[in-house]
Each structure stands twice: as C-alpha cells, then as structure tokens.
C-alpha cells in the first residue's frame, strides 16, 4: 500500500475508474469523491498527495475546492491536477493548479503526469 492518498473528485463513474486504476499503477491509493460537498469534506479530513479535481461538479465547483485547497495551511504540499473540459476555467486557474490536463485524459497520460509530479521527484 502507498502512502500517497489521491483523491479523485468526479462526478462521471466510468472515467473515475480510469483515473483510480492509473493513480493506481502510478503508486498512489486512490479514493474517489463524485461530488463537491463530499470532496470539501473528505479534504477537511485528509491531506492528499494529490487531488485530481474536475471543475464542473454537483453541489460545489472545482474552483470553490481549489481556493479552500490553496487557502488550507494543511495542503500546503498537496498538489492538484485539474481535469476538466472547460479550456476557459482552466486557464483562469491555471496559477493556483499544479497541472491543468484537458479532457479527454488518457490513462496513459495521467500516470505518467502522477509519477512525474509524486513526492521526491
């Protein structure tokens, strides 16, 4: 088992699975959050190593969870992986993310991005 948690936050079962499995194969211990309320919750309980975070989420955006990310002394180190569509948003936060990754996102792509970007590397 890793010791690196990453928390998927999306809403869309199918391309969680594929995010989880190449976090998976990257090193991580994947947990998946498919909507925004839940995703604040689990971070106000945890510090993820990574956060892969979709923007366009039930109850609570992805940008409302990046600004309490980034305004959380806690996740100071957590680095956050936007996954969205949405070119637009993404580049307005492009500066508060680690990594903007533009649907689609292969699985290939995600673990090669998770490894490069794990901890002491």
Do not use: C
């Amino acid at each position: 088992m890793s010791q690196w948690l990453a928390l998927v936050v999306e809403d869309d079962g199918p391309v969680a699975n594929v995010y989880t499995e190449a976090l998976r194969v990257a090193g991580y211990e994947p947990e998946v959050v498919g909507n925004g309320r839940d995703a604040l919750s689990r971070i106000s309980l945890t510090v993820p190593t990574l956060i892969l975070l979709d923007l366009h989420l039930p109850d609570v955006m992805g940008d409302e969870i990046l600004t309490a990310v980034r305004a959380d002394p806690r996740l100071v180190d957590t680095r956050v992986f936007l996954v969205t569509a949405d070119h637009l948003l993404a580049e307005q936060l492009r500066e508060q993310a680690t990594l903007v990754l533009l649907k689609p996102v292969s699985f290939a792509q995600l673990r090669d991005m998770a490894v490069r970007f794990r901890p002491g590397r």
